[in-house]
Every structure is written in C-alpha cells, then in structure tokens.
C-alpha cells in the first residue's frame, strides 16, 4: 500500500560531489531569497519541525543557523509547560514566540505535541483528537491570514536507517545524549510514531500550511532537501487562507438587531442611592475577587464605547475595589511598528491576564472591527476575518477559566456634544478632546453600524457584550460593577 | 527629638475649598507638564510608593489616574515573587516594569519590600542590611544616569490618625479588604515600620533619588502634596548622578594592560586532532548542562571579537552539543526605538536565562564600549559609566548562580583581510561583508584600544574575559568549548 512515507523510507541518498554542486546553488539562492523577504517584510516565515526520533533535526536547526544569515532567523523549543505557562492558555507561549515579519522563526514540536501524542496513544480519543485537530488547523489559519508563512517539516526515514542512526549517534559521545538511556524504546516506537504521524500529517496538512516529509537517512539529502524546501517557500508569491465558513463559537440568539437604539437612554440613578450602592457592589467585587475559587480563574473585563462615554471614570470605580497587584489597566492605542509586525492579536495575548489576576482593557482587540474598519487602517478582508479570529481567542481564554466580559458604554449624540464642549471648556479636561474626536463624531453612523455588526457577530455565549446607556454615569458605573460581581459570583 | 516624620505626624489638613481652588490650578499643571515631558521624551518618570499602612496609597494611585492621562501612566505593583520569577535574579522583574521615556511608571512597594522588611526586623543583621542598602542605592544611580527619573513617596501620619483611618476603612465595607483581618497588627507595627522606613529612607535618600514624606491622615493634604511632588518633578530640568569611584567589583589583578598584543596568534591545531577532541568536548559539555546540579544554576555566554573572528561558526560547535529547549542564541544588533526608550541594560535583562538554561550572547552589551563608543553613538558618560553598569550587571546573574563567561575572539589584521577577501569571493558568505565591515577595519587601532580598556575594566573574578587567538578557528573552538566545560565542570 502506497503512503505518504514511501519515498522517505526508501532512505534516498546523495552523493557528496552531488551534494556540494547542488549546495553551492542553493546557498546562494536561499540568502538571496531570505534578504529579498527581510526587504519586502510582508511577511514572517514559520518553520516547525518534528518527525521521529534521531532523525537530526537539531542536526538541521544548526544547518539552517549556518546557510541563512542568523540574525533574522530565531530558534524556539518549547519543553513541557512550566507552572508560569500553564496559568495562561498554552496557547499564548506559541503566539509570543512567532517570529516578526521579514525574519524566520523555527519551532520545535510544541504546536503538535499534545496532538502527535494523543494520536499516539493505543486508543486515541476521537473527540479529543477532533478537538485538537480543529485547533491546530484554525491557529494556522489564524496565523496565515496575518502574514505568518507556515511550512511544516516532518523528518523521516525506514525502520532500519532509524536503527542505523540511532546506533551512530550513541557511538559519538557528543551525540549520544540525543538518543538517551532507553533507545531500544525509539524503535520499539516506530510504528506507533509512523502511524501517528501519519495521521496528523493527514489531518492537518492544507495547502496554506503544508507538510513536507523530508527524507532523513542520508545528511546530504535531508540537508538539501530542507534547504530546497525553504528556498521554495521564501519564493511563493502570495498566500491564500479561506475565509473561514463558520464564526467558530455559538452566538447568543434572539437578539435585536439595533441593540444601541433599543436602550433606555433616560436611565439614571440618584446621588445618594449611587453612593451607597457603588459602595455596596465594591464590597462585594472586593470579596469576589478574594475568594480562594479565583485563583484558578481570571478576569477579562473590556471597555469600549463612543468617545467621552466614560471608560476611564468607569475603571476607576472598578480598580478602587481591587488590590494593585491583581489587576492592570491596558490602555489600548494604535499599534506600535514592533506590534505592527506580528499577527493582530499578538498584542493582545501579550497582555492577557495569568490565573487568579484582572486585566481591564480600555479599548480592545475590538478596535480592529470599530476604528480600524472605520477609518480604512485595516483592509476589509482583516477586518470581517477578526469577527471569528476575536471569538476564537475569548474562547481560549474562557476554556482556560478566565471570565471575559465586554461593555460597550452608549451615549446618544446630543449628549457626546455637551460632554465635548464642557471638555474643551475644562482645563484640565480638554486634553481629553482632539481634533480626532470631532472627525469620529462626524462618523457617529458608521462607527454605530460597525458596533452592531460586532454585537451580531461576537456576542457570544463564552464572551457576552453589555451594551449599556451611559448617558448617566452614575448608572453605568453600578451596572457595570454589578454584572461584573454578579458574573464571578455566579462562576 | 526631631524626625523627619515631624510635620506628617501633625497631622495637617487642607480645608475642602481650600483644597479644591488649589487642585484646579494642579491639575491643569501637571497636564500641561505630563505633555511636555511626553513631547520632549528624555526621561521617564518612576514613581516608587510606600508608607505605613492604611495611608491611602491606593486611592492616590487612583487619582494619578485621574489626575494625569493615564494612557502614559502605568502602574506595577509586585506581590511576592512567584516561582518563575525566583528563576531569575529577582531585579529582573524591576528592569522590565521600567517606564519607557515620555511615559510615567508607579511602582508599589517591590524595590524596598526586602530593604523595608530587614530593617523591621527586631535585630536587623548589619551585614545584608548594608548590601540591601547598597544595591538599592546602585540601581537608582544606574537608572537615573540612564534617564528614568526617580521619586519616592513615603505616605505618613501619626499613630492616632492611621488608628482612626483604619476604623474608617474597617467600616466601610468596600474598603474594609485593605486593613484585612488582623488589623490590630497594622497599630501594634507602627513604632517598628515607621524606625524601619525612617532607617531606609536615611540611607537610600539622594538628590537625584529623593524620598518625599507626604501627609496622609488627610485627604485633601494627601491629596495635593503628592500632585505637587509629581509637577515638581516633571518641572525639574536635569538630574545629575556622580559618575561611580568605585568600579563595584574586583577585577582580577596582574593582567598586563596589553592583552590582545600578547596573544600567540601562531596557534593551531591538526585537523586529526581537531575532530576528536572537538567530539571529546561536545560530549563533556552535553553531559555537564544535563547534570541534576546545573537546574540551580544558568550559563551566559558572551561572545565578542572582530568582525570575521569566526563567532557564529564557533556558536554553532557549542550549540551542537546542546538540546535546542535548553538554549536561546541571541544576536545582538543596533537597539531598536523602544528599546532606545529605555535603561540601556533593559533589552539585556529581557534576555537573561532562567535557571537551568543557557543564553548565548553574539555580541553582548559590550557594545556600548565597543561599537557605541568608537563611532560615537554613546557619550562619553554614558560608555564611561557602562564599565560600572556591567559589572554590576554581571554580579547580580552570578549572585543568582549563572556562570558567566565572556569570550573574545581575536584575529590579526592580515588575518581578518585574508577572511574579507574570502567572504567577498564567495557568493553565500557575500552577506557576511558590508562596507561598514571595511569602514570599522580602518578603525582597527580604536576597536583595539577599546577592547583594551574594556579587559582592563570588566575582566572580574565573577566574570572573566576569555581572550583567544581565533587565527586559527579549529584553535578557538577547541579553546571555548574546553573552556565552558571545565568551568561547568568545576562550578
């Protein structure tokens, strides 16, 4: 039976005169192309490797170190997560290692190590393999559609080469730690690591990510065949990722489809009530956020709103009842070129709280999908992919125990242009109001399609908006601090 | 007797109207200041908070938020440090919380928590109570002289009004958190924390590093002087910090000053030879990182030398031996703009090993003596000073356990001609060689006398300068690797 291995394992060799002929071209052509994309900077190229056991990928890693130029190429092996990696989504270790445009990331095993093990095991767990199938193939997508190349290596050869190898390295005592105490193990594994292999090469192999097997028995030919492999990915002109067909996460249903018209924008609450139960729910908050059950959570709160909706003052009630440890405010404004470089959520996930700790965002990830789409910064294929590429990231950060929860704060017209004008009246204010401001106000319609596409499409059940009137602040700041209590009580 | 505390344990208090005429006025100052210090962007501004209990700390915090704009102020409080942070020097955590210039940076507690907490104790140890006070007085020195400017608020008042606070803060049901449980402890500790601060706030007082005591059992007091203090600060137009006398640790003696001269360049080894030793060496070295021992401790590897010395290609002979989850090879290139923006050792500390790994360094921070001081893009202070920085630097990873061991590469001129005479030959060394290569060659002499200095400065017994001949390069590899592997051996 014919298999995606057969050329691999009929353990292909190159003699060494060949060898250095075809080195000598393919050196010069892959510096060529590596500085033509460090130039261009359109994109980041990610190459991760894995394969079976003593098949010289560290070998390979040292290669590629010495035919590029180094410093635009980084190297990131990932061991067993650490405590400080396992309070965050394990996600998150895999999207701070990527790689900038124009440079090379290489990356050892960790994106397919849960799922090449899990398809290891004697009786894998379908729903589990689907599972982690499902999420490799979106965080790839994910990372294509942001400019992130992606070729995947899998090293392979026959049984008896493995063997081979495997006794060379354990002869050479500078290699010999590669193969370790129990090397009768790898081979008593081939079958098994073949078979798996297989089956996630099979499951996640699209042509915008693709696997290449890469014949390891003979150096010559795995050391050609991977440069010629990079060589022809540097030299691909473009890369398409589909849109993706489905949001990726249940929405909440029965919704109207005007949310912003439908509020009470009268709404409003005394003085003395206000003190007194501001008060109240910033006990409460406090002891919530006290409990022991919420070390192993997280809280995620997101503001955004029209200008002058009171984001900041509302914050500031919140935080009042935290302790300065626990929590950060993440003021969010346009990106910096270093973040520029990186996929759009990079930032974000930089920035997510560990367990037990808060992160307040004022303004979001959602300011691709409002200002962003709005003013044109972002193309219209960015910005309608980030609908479904925001509801995946909630869904990480809720499936890792972080209770997420957006506010969008809503003020009518009339009362943004009374809010502007004591601004500009105030001293100490009118830092607040720029010119900008007044240029997004004449944009008051667009930017409120924007906000109710966005309610459709990201009001999840994970990662609930509260769309709120704050025309009266006294009563957004109490509804805020009451859901906000509410939700972690309830978790 | 007179203290310090004088006037705080006074109690004084600002009358409400009194106070609000003068807040407006502040207010509108300090954001007037908070931009001009965002435009002229030299310096950041570091806000370091402590106090006895109960003072309103917190609540200050909150109105700085208010106060300034807060999309520049960022506010770091540290809790005890957790396991991951332990893994690293622990002023690791106070280098990457730093400000970046523009920007303003309040830091709760962290710097002091262990000065503060030895001084408390019934009898302080004279010894670890010195070193705390010096290596605090150290790194507010080298972070003034990098352009963060520094300010300490110590929040204060007498034992009557901190009592009274506290029954106030107990009653209030969202406050009640911040006095916590045992809150008789907070009156029983006064005497105790208020000689422990007024002990620190002694010995680590300096006119480019000020303790400011700020009234605290008022608000409106409290309130105002801290303001006050903030616009102070911004208003003032420059900080000077004496250059150090003491280079700060103990350079290994007897070393003639002309070190590079007295090199055999005539050096080499047989290819033979070479390859079995170099393989005895990879094997000594692999087994020496994977012994239980080395998870206490890291390896910092520093290479420098002319350029075409053969740094990457003797990199590549180390990392050979070594499991790519243990290692991370960092080139270092010109800083980037947000690095510029802040303490030059800051992109240094981003890249420490934690314990138990190894970080190899292509070219280091001796670019500030090196390359920044022979082309001038250092002033003369700022590489002058570096010689202090660095040692400093290097003493904090070896406190912690690293083991740091600093290589210098050395070639002859009519070596490193013959190389660039090569490297332009060859069509995939090319890269290797640009007209800045040929430009540093004709400053030959300054590079020397540079690295003379530098030897002369910052070869230390914690960390010394490995000096080479890298004529020959099987020479230099032989050399390095037995190096790192008989001071791994030995430590």
């Known amino acids: 039976m014919s298999s995606m291995f057969d050329e691999a394992e009929q353990d292909?060799?190159?003699?060494?005169?060949e060898s250095a002929r075809i080195e000598e071209r393919l050196r010069i052509q892959l510096?060529?192309?590596q500085y033509r994309h460090l130039n261009q900077k359109d994109r980041a190229l990610l190459i991760i490797v894995a394969g079976i056991d003593g098949a010289g990928k560290g070998d390979t890693v040292n290669l590629l170190h010495e035919w590029l130029d180094p410093r635009h190429v980084r190297t990131i092996a990932f061991g067993a997560p650490t405590e400080e990696e396992k309070a965050f989504p394990l996600s998150r270790r895999l999207w701070?290692?990527?790689?900038?445009?124009?440079?090379?990331?290489i990356m050892f095993g960790a994106a397919y190590t849960p799922l090449l093990q899990e398809a290891a095991e004697k009786k894998p767990d379908p729903d589990k393999l689907e599972a982690l199938?499902?999420?490799?193939?979106?965080f790839e997508d994910t990372l294509v559609a942001n400019d992130v190349q992606i070729i995947k290596l899998w090293f392979h050869m026959s049984r008896d080469a493995q063997r081979k190898r495997t006794e060379k390295l354990r002869a050479n005592p500078s290699t010999a730690w590669q193969v370790g105490k129990d090397y009768e193990k790898i081979f008593k594994n081939f079958d098994r690591v073949r078979h798996s292999g297989q089956r996630v090469i099979e499951s996640t192999d699209t042509p915008h990510a693709p696997w290449i097997i890469i014949p390891s028995a003979d150096d010559n030919m795995r050391s050609i065949r991977t440069a010629q492999t990079i060589l022809d990915a540097f030299k691909r002109k473009s890369i398409k990722v589909p849109l993706p067909h489905n949001p990726g996460a249940p929405l909440k249903r029965n919704r109207p489809t005007r949310r912003l018209d439908q509020l009470d924008f009268e709404a409003s609450?005394?003085?003395?009530?206000?003190?007194?139960?501001?008060?109240?729910?910033?006990?409460?908050?406090?002891?919530?956020?006290r409990d022991k059950s919420f070390r192993k959570k997280s809280l995620v709160l997101v503001f955004e709103g029209q200008d002058a909706a009171g984001k900041g003052g509302t914050i500031r009630r919140v935080t009042h009842a935290l302790d300065a440890r626990q929590y950060s405010t993440i003021p969010i404004a346009a990106p910096r070129p270093f973040e520029m470089d990186r996929p759009y959520l990079w930032r974000f996930w930089r920035n997510v709280p560990r367990c037990g700790r808060i992160a307040i965002f004022d303004r979001s990830w959602y300011g691709r999908v409002l200002v962003e789409r709005v003013e044109g910064y972002a193309t219209r294929q960015a910005w309608q992919r980030a609908y479904h590429e925001i509801n995946e990231f909630e869904k990480q950060l809720v499936d890792h125990g972080a209770l997420v929860m957006k506010f969008w704060l809503a003020i009518t017209p009339e009362e943004q242009l009374r809010r502007f004008k004591d601004r500009e009246k105030s001293p100490y204010k009118s830092f607040k109001i720029t010119p900008e401001d007044w240029r997004n106000r004449r944009q008051w319609s667009a930017y409120a399609q924007a906000a109710e596409e966005m309610f459709a499409k990201t009001d999840t059940e994970h990662a609930p908006w509260h769309i709120l009137s704050a025309n009266d602040k006294k009563h957004a700041r109490l509804e805020v601090l009451q859901r906000i209590t509410k939700a972690l009580e309830q978790a």
């Open 133 to 138: 199938i499902s999420a490799t193939r979106k």
């Open 31 to 33: 510096l060529n192309e």
């Open 269 to 289: 609450i005394e003085k003395e009530t206000y003190e007194r139960e501001l008060s109240q729910w910033q006990n409460k908050l406090a002891i919530a956020v």
């Open 12 to 17: 292909p060799s190159l003699a060494d005169d």
């Open 96 to 105: 701070l290692g990527l790689p900038p445009k124009g440079s090379v990331g």
